[in-house]
Nanobody, 121 residues
Framework: EVQLVESGGGLVQDGGSLRLSCAASGYSYCRYDLMWYRQTPGSKVYEFVSGIDPDGSTSYADSVKGRFAISRDNAKSMMYLQMNNLKPEDTAMYSC??????????????WGQGTQVTVSS
């Protein structure tokens, strides 16, 4: 069974930095995309933040371009999100999501439990 576990959230001041991590386990032969989403307090919407494919191609939401950097270490089954110049509007629960590739046996999506990021002004 695929599991995703996030870590690295916390409280930081406006302009500060945090590095989030997502540990993926349970993928035996499927390649998979990894993404970060966030959900603000009181919202039911998950906002796309950033994504990275198995070969390292990345994408970002306009709101975080130039401030956040996503990366992955396939050998360690890890994904990271370096967040710099954080703003109060970045305050949210950040969740890791995976999406398998390579046919019907792989094309499932999984979510982690999330890690809270709070940016104080």
């Amino acid at each position: 069974e695929v599991q995703l576990v996030e870590s690295g959230g916390g409280l930081v001041q406006d302009g500060g930095s945090l590095r989030l991590s997502c540990a993926a386990s349970g993928y035996s032969y499927c390649r998979y995309d990894l993404m970060w989403y966030r959900q603000t307090p009181g919202s039911k919407v998950y906002e796309f933040v950033s994504g990275i494919d198995p070969d390292g191609s990345t994408s970002y939401a306009d709101s975080v371009k130039g401030r956040f950097a996503i990366s992955r270490d396939n050998a360690k089954s890890m994904m990271y999100l370096q967040m710099n110049n954080l703003k109060p509007e970045d305050t949210a629960m950040y969740s890791c999501k995976s999406r398998g590739r390579g046919g019907a046996r792989c094309e499932y999506e999984y979510w982690g439990q999330g890690t809270q990021v709070t940016v104080s002004s």
